[in-house]
């Protein structure tokens, strides 16, 4: 098992991370402004954006990674760094131990505080959920770039986190490839867990998502329904993004 029970109605689940008035700034510019934020329990939501428009940066903000210049991001009510938040960060590129696949998974059961007489029950288990059973021994770097994602994607998973924070998992891999971490973030939905995904694929974005959020300059654009908001945006950034005309960061169009 993943974790506990689905979720039957996201949108009357509680709310798991939060942003008040979230800001970053760094050289004189600002970067992420005024950001108020939320993500549910179970929910599935989609970052869409420009290059340059700040997701990766409000993922890293979001996982603690680097603290805002002002604002604040709450894990259930309370400040993140007080917090224990339960969730897990998967990056573009898989970051992984030159060891063995199944070492990569023990030592992540072992960081979470997982006890050592469950761990090797747990390690089946992850291994199972990435499809990995069979490459157990191989070293993790000689794994394509698929397997290390669903790996990496696994590793996040080990911890029975609520909530999993995807910066474009699959920007680098083939259809293939893509489709078996989707299948994995499906299973994951299943089990409960909420997902908040950057992706640059608006097919994607309808397969994983059910909720959008459109930056645009270190800005929230649009946040909303995600099919609702693709067919029909409200806000001149998210229509440019969908008709594939290209935009500076800062939201104009380029000449041509
Ligand atoms: N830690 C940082 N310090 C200073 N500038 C940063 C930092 N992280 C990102 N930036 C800048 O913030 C902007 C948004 O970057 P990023 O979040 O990576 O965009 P994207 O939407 O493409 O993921 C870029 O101009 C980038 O150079
Ligand atoms: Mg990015």
């Not at 072992?110 to 390690?123: I, N, Y």
């Not at 994602?149 to 920007?171: I, K, N, S």
């Not at 974005?205 to 029909?232: N, S």
Request: charged content about 20%; glycine content about 8%; overall charge positive.
């Amino acid at each position: 098992m993943l974790q506990a029970a689905p979720v039957a109605e996201p949108s009357l689940a509680p709310v798991l991370l939060e942003t008040r008035a979230l800001s970053f700034s760094a050289g004189g510019r600002s970067l992420l402004d005024g950001m108020d934020l939320s993500v549910r329990a179970g929910s599935r939501t989609v970052i869409l954006g420009p290059n340059g428009a700040g997701k990766s940066l409000l993922l890293r903000l979001l996982h603690g990674l680097i603290a805002p210049n002002s604002g604040q991001v709450l894990w259930c009510g309370r400040p993140l760094r007080q917090a224990c938040p339960q969730q897990a960060m998967v990056f573009q590129r898989p970051v992984l131990l030159r060891r063995s696949v199944l070492a990569n998974v023990r030592f992540a059961l072992k960081a979470r505080g997982v006890r050592r007489a469950e761990r090797a029950a747990r390690a089946e288990e992850a291994l199972h959920r990435a499809r990995l059973t069979s490459l157990a021994r191989s070293p993790a770097r000689v794994l394509s770039g698929g397997e290390q994602q669903r790996l990496a994607l696994a590793l996040a998973l080990v911890g029975r986190p609520r909530l999993l924070l995807l910066d474009e998992p699959t920007a680098s891999l083939d259809p293939a490839s893509t489709y078996a971490v989707e299948q994995m973030l499906a299973e994951a939905h299943g089990a409960g867990i909420a997902t908040l995904m950057v992706t640059h694929d608006a097919g994607q974005a309808r397969r994983v998502g059910d909720d959008l959020i459109f930056l645009q300059a270190g800005k929230v654009a649009e946040v909303g329904p995600l099919a609702t908001l693709l067919d029909c945006p409200r806000s001149e950034a998210l229509r440019a993004w969908t008709e594939g005309r290209l935009m500076f960061p800062n939201g104009r169009a380029l000449p041509f």
